[in-house]
């Protein structure tokens, strides 16, 4: 298996413009995680999905922010309008199941926003 | 939501010696303790993990042990070397239905060769 997919790696794009982040789990796996990281803020859990299910937004910042899992091997995160305070790198892992279970981290996609 | 807090924040130490990294967290129906290590530019990657009817867990040089009645879990690395410099998180959460789950800030680990 080639582990968790994202695209692009890099993003860089102008303030107000939508950002579209996806991810492809590892298949077979049941839950995936989108994640931002920041010097200021570290590793920050911004929404889970089990079963292509969202179960947990709480960790979403704004309405600007949106994530879909259409299918069980595919899901995006948007930001629409993008800030600058967004730039961050944004991680998206899948497991097994929620509990109890090994996160696989895809390689990130470092987005810049000016 | 969870607290969750590392000590050190940073840590140096020379080779072949140990190092330990603590984290308490205040949530407690926690009961999955993950440590993950994640090297300059990469991803994040679990090292080992424990479950909350184990008290402790070793594979090779990594250990990990875990006080409930306290809430805190800790990473321990012996003969330490420079491949182990990176940063170290710990992810308390709870299970399926309530899932609370957060990292901790990090600590990062500079061995000295």
């Known amino acids: 298996d080639a582990g968790v997919i994202q695209s692009p790696r890099h993003e860089v794009t102008e303030m107000g413009q939508e950002v579209t982040l996806r991810c492809k789990p590892i298949s077979g796996h049941n839950s995936l995680f989108w994640y931002r990281q920041t010097m200021m803020r570290g590793l920050e859990l911004l929404i889970y999905?089990?079963?292509?299910?969202?179960?947990?937004d709480s960790g979403m910042p704004e309405d600007r922010f949106s994530a879909k899992m259409p299918n069980a091997s595919f899901s995006t995160l948007k930001i629409q309008p993008s800030e600058p305070r967004d730039s961050a790198v944004y991680f998206c892992?899948?497991?097994?199941?929620?509990?109890?279970?090994?996160?696989?981290f895809g390689p990130g996609t470092r987005l810049t926003v000016l | 939501g969870e607290n969750v807090e590392q000590h050190p924040s940073t840590l140096s130490v020379q080779e072949g010696d140990s190092a330990v990294i603590k984290c308490t967290y205040s949530d407690s129906a926690s009961n999955y303790f993950p440590w993950y290590k994640q090297e300059l530019g990469k991803r994040p990657q679990l090292i080992i993990d424990i479950r909350s009817n184990v008290g402790e867990k070793k594979d090779q040089r990594i250990a990990v042990t875990l006080n409930k009645t306290a809430k805190h879990f800790s990473l321990h690395i012996t003969e330490t070397q420079p491949e182990d410099s990176a940063v170290y998180f710990c992810a308390p959460h709870s299970g399926a239905g309530s899932y609370q789950l957060t990292f901790g800030k990090g600590t990062k680990l500079s061995v000295i060769p």
């Open positions: 999905f089990n079963n292509n299910v969202p179960i947990d």
């Open positions: 892992a899948s497991s097994l199941t929620d509990t109890y279970n090994e996160q696989f």
